[in-house]
């Protein structure tokens, strides 16, 4: 090894954020593996690398023992011997170096230090890609489509790490997590939302989705600053992808809005994002704590005339105008079951005459 072999590490300490120290640890452990197969494996040998110069040195390490010559174990020296041979100062426990460098060794350090950095750089880039999407669970990213296959759709995604060193890896959205008819298109950009990155023998999984309420919430959060700093919450939300959303908000200022900030001036915020999920209809709904006034308003875009509350069992009676029945209902159920999910109660709905004929009967 030499120089510029150092200069090598460098830049791999920086483009890639693996610790030279680490390196030259594993470094010094592959030599001393190379030394071991090429010359015998009965040494005790230290090997030690010269951080500015690449030079390899290769030591015989022997300890000092009070023991009869034919005692002695692997890498020991009995104390008349050390003091005989090398000194009359060592004492008993002290280790005996001794350099034993090959003269051919460069070369088999060379081609051990290759294999060695090929193979670290391919462990400690695993090991980033998985801590860096780690933090990045529950967030959205934005990727490129790459290539489709059984079902899934993978994903190119980029990011900027900790140490400021750009990222690349492929994450998966898999067929539960797309969202109905939307194109899929190779080299088309898209967000998706983290949802979970394990360890694996090979790359890291990292699995993303367009389904996720959290991709709604997420979207909200950089679309309205109100969301960003707090002042306006999302409380829930319940989503059928690619179809409709529902979501509950509240202001923690009387003075602001909690629907209007969403909505933005002219609609532009949540139309940017309708643009986003490809035209998904999204409720916007105001949190009460009132479960009467909530379950009331979640079953917009629906007029509800009263809610008969059972606290004991979570359920709800609503009672709507006949002409506003299909409405509260929807298209097969959706929006009175949205409604339900949005406000975790259960919710029966009847229309003014059927309320009117069961209390008949």
Request: net charge negative.
């Amino acid at each position: 090894m030499n120089v510029e072999f150092i200069a090598a590490l460098d830049q791999i300490e920086r483009e890639k954020g693996i610790s030279k120290e680490i390196l030259f640890e594993a470094l010094e452990a592959a030599l001393l593996n190379a030394y071991k197969k090429n010359f015998g494996s009965s040494y005790n040998v230290r090997v030690l690398i010269d951080k500015e110069t690449g030079d390899v040195q290769v030591f015989s390490r022997k300890t000092v023992v009070n023991k009869y010559q034919y005692d002695l174990a692997e890498g020991e020296i009995t104390l008349e011997e050390a003091q005989e041979l090398y000194d009359m100062k060592y004492e008993v426990d002290d280790v005996i170096e001794t350099e034993v460098t090959p003269k051919n060794f460069g070369r088999i350090a060379a081609q051990a230090a290759r294999q060695m950095v090929i193979q670290k750089i391919k462990e400690a880039e695993k090991d980033i890609i998985y801590e860096e999407f780690l933090t990045r669970e529950s967030e959205i990213i934005t990727g490129e489509i790459s290539r489709a296959g059984k079902g899934n759709i993978y994903v190119n995604l980029s990011i900027i790490g900790s140490k400021d060193i750009t990222i690349n890896a492929e994450a998966t959205l898999p067929p539960s997590e797309q969202i109905p008819f939307e194109d899929y298109t190779p080299g088309k950009r898209l967000k998706v939302y983290v949802i979970e990155v394990k360890k694996t023998n090979n790359a890291p999984q990292i699995l993303v989705s367009r389904s996720h309420p959290g991709l709604v919430k997420r979207l909200f959060e950089s679309e309205v600053p109100e969301i960003f700093e707090g002042i306006v919450q999302i409380k829930s939300i319940s989503r059928e992808a690619g179809s409709r959303t529902k979501m509950a908000v509240y202001s923690a200022d009387e003075n602001v809005d909690p629907i209007g900030a969403c909505v933005g001036p002219k609609g532009q915020r949540v139309k940017n994002i309708v643009d986003e999920l490809k035209g998904e209809k999204i409720d916007i709904i105001k949190f009460s704590e009132d479960y009467s006034e909530f379950i009331s308003a979640s079953l917009s875009p629906s007029k509800v005339v009263s809610v008969e509350i059972n606290e004991e069992e979570k359920s709800a009676k609503v009672i709507v105008p006949d002409d506003k029945l299909s409405l509260a209902i929807g298209k097969e159920g959706q929006n009175a079951r949205l409604a339900a999910k949005l406000t975790n109660w259960k919710i029966d709905i009847k229309s003014e005459s059927q309320a009117k004929s069961e209390q008949g009967e």
